[in-house]
């Protein structure tokens, strides 16, 4: 099954504001639609938000003709997140294509979403590889917010390498940290850790650093929004502390992600628009009050990781690091 896909002339995603309760696809028909799925995490992940960036278009493309209404749209689609530079990347390819006409804007997009599925499956082998080199036959990992099929289309980054390592019986064991303020960990990497029969253990974000000094991880691997081109790691909140919790240890610390994620135009983490959330979803969860009346708040929904501090990338085509460039693949490194 694909977290989103063009079906019958709409983009149809699995509705991931409703899951683990229920599994439930929500057909979007108009731009309009798809804007606030994106908005409200009803599809979200890097890879995914490429996915939907260049289906927007395809939408606008037949929702508009040529014009002002058309161009507004296309540049509502792209602002809508402003974090992973895969949306803003998947609408500008799509939108390259509008003179076209809408079937090329829509061959663009499927082009998209099949070069994701195939970088996924890249990602999960040469990551599985490394991570068995490093920590050896049984390895025990901790990883954050949803990086698996759920932020894809299918397979996923980093949580597309644990699964790889469970189905070569070669893990030793996973924690999903929960992923304040929405859970992504806790709802959606749960979720498809079951659904794929691989055990794993939930903890809250703060426990990562501290399980990770008590000695019960080997290696932290998550994903990333966007790779910038000194190698920061922009990724879900918490990513840092993991980083330094890791650091401290001296464990590796791995990033999983497409090379569509990596920005070679964007110099440091420094320059990267932080997506700031509404304050609410600190102060409560679904309707329910965790915080006293007239509590303010502050959301930063990424953080910035440092290059220093992460061990190595892995891309759909190379490993980057440690001292190997984001922009050019090091030869000593780089991979077929
Ligand atoms: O706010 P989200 O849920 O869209 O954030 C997602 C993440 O931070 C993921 O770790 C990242 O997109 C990598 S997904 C393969």
Same mark, same amino acid.
């Given at each position: 099954m694909r977290t989103i896909d063009w079906v019958g002339g709409a983009v149809e995603i699995i509705d991931q504001t409703i899951l683990p309760e229920r599994l439930e696809v929500r057909r979007l028909t108009t731009v309009a639609e798809l804007v606030e799925a994106v908005r409200t995490l009803a599809v979200r992940g890097a890879p995914a938000l490429g996915v939907a960036g260049a289906m927007g278009v395809a939408l606008a493309a037949r929702e508009h003709s040529p014009g002002p209404g058309r161009d507004a749209a296309v540049r509502e689609i792209g602002a *809508?997140? &402003? +974090? *992973?530079?895969?949306l803003a990347a998947g609408v500008r390819r799509a939108a390259a294509r509008l003179t076209d006409g809408p079937d090329a804007v829509l061959a663009e997009a499927l082009a998209v979403r099949d070069e994701e599925i195939a970088s996924s499956a890249a990602m999960a082998a040469r990551g599985a590889d490394l991570v068995s080199e490093w920590c050896g036959p049984a390895p025990r990992l901790l990883t954050h917010c949803n990086t698996g099929a759920l932020a894809a289309v +299918?397979?996923?980054t980093a949580l597309a390498v644990v699964t790889e390592l469970h189905r070569r019986g070669a893990l030793g064991g996973v924690v999903a940290s929960e992923t304040r303020p929405l859970l992504q960990g806790a709802r959606l990497t749960a979720w498809e850790l079951a659904r794929a029969g691989v055990p794993y253990r939930v903890a809250v974000d703060a426990a990562g650093p501290y399980l990770v000094a008590r000695g019960e991880v080997d290696a932290v691997v998550v994903g990333a929004d966007r790779i910038c081109a000194n190698g920061d790691v922009v990724n879900k909140i918490g990513t840092y502390a993991h980083a330094l919790g890791a650091a401290r240890a001296g464990i590796p610390f791995l990033v999983v992600a497409p090379e569509s994620t990596v920005d070679s135009t964007t110099a440091s983490g420094a320059d990267v628009p932080i997506e700031d959330r509404d304050p609410a979803e600190v102060l409560g969860y679904r309707g329910a009050v965790?915080? &006293?009346?007239?509590a303010a708040a502050v959301n930063p929904a990424f953080d910035v990781t440092p *290059?220093?501090?992460?061990t190595a990338i892995v891309t759909d085509r190379r490993v980057i690091g440690p001292? +190997?460039?984001?922009i050019g693949p090091g030869p000593a490194h780089e991979t077929p």
């Open positions: *809508a997140r &402003p +974090t *992973a530079v895969n +299918t397979g996923g965790t915080a &006293p009346d007239g *290059a220093d501090l992460v001292g +190997t460039p984001v």
